[in-house]
């Protein structure tokens, strides 16, 4: 790389400014990016682009803020464990979700019923 990685950040803070205010320029500009700069280069300022700024901070805020938070809770229901199905949340007909997710959301006025799974996994994010 020719200049430091200061210096090409810097750069890079006037160029997303410039193309924020016209994104259908960005494929035009970044075609002769690829062609004119080193591979690694070029997706790096590709992704500064996508996230609007530093991609290394835009990924610390987005898995701290709860949208980068995994909406599943992961829970392994064995065969004969008691889960809940709830008619009005469930996407499937086979969705369920365990108790502990059950107990943490809101579930007044629906339509739901204790069973006994039959295997398989919590479909809270579902």
């Not at 300022?45 to 805020?61: A, D």
């Not at 009005?88 to 007044?108: A, E, P, Q, R």
Request: proline share 4%.
């Amino acid at each position: 790389m020719h200049e430091d990685k200061a210096e090409v950040e810097e750069d890079w803070d006037d160029i997303i400014s410039h193309y924020a205010s016209h994104p259908d320029k960005i494929p035009e500009f970044l075609a002769d990016y690829f062609e004119t700069h080193p591979l690694t280069q070029a997706l790096e300022l590709s992704l500064w682009i996508l996230c609007n700024e530093n991609p290394t901070t835009f990924q610390t805020e987005l898995q701290n803020s709860p949208a980068g938070r995994s909406r599943t809770c992961g829970a392994v229901l064995r065969q004969t464990d008691l889960a809940y199905k709830c008619k009005n949340c469930g996407v499937y007909d086979s969705c369920v979700i365990c108790l502990n997710c059950f107990k943490n959301s809101n579930h007044v006025g629906h339509d739901y019923t204790i069973v006994s799974s039959s295997g398989g996994c919590c479909d809270c994010g579902d």
